[in-house]
């Protein structure tokens, strides 16, 4: 299993875009092969910056969606409300490198 966190940092202006966009695309990206799971979570002390947290089967079904071209579309949309580069991080949630 891939447990991938990605902190996105919005301009405050854009942050109700920002949650329209992902709340019209986050089905898909449930139902997405390979995805066991996708939260939104806020920064409790900066309204502005949001994180995605998803768990994947495996790096294969990340690497996936990553390449899609619904990826490439909703990501597209999504940095232009950043005010900051985004961070991700993919993590293995065995203990096992893969």
Request: glycine content about 2%; some cysteine; aromatic content about 16%.
């Amino acid at each position: 299993m891939i447990v991938r966190i990605v902190q996105m940092s919005f301009r405050e202006e854009e942050v109700d875009n920002f949650l329209a966009l992902f709340n019209e695309r986050k089905q898909r990206i449930r139902h997405f092969d390979g995805c066991n799971q996708l939260e939104l979570l806020q920064d409790a002390n900066h309204p502005n910056i949001y994180f995605t947290y998803s768990i994947w089967e495996s790096k294969k079904h990340l690497d996936h969606y990553r390449f899609s071209e619904f990826f490439k579309d909703t990501w597209t949309k999504t940095k232009a409300l950043f005010n900051d580069k985004p961070q991700a991080w993919s993590l293995n949630s065995n203990g096992k490198v893969e």
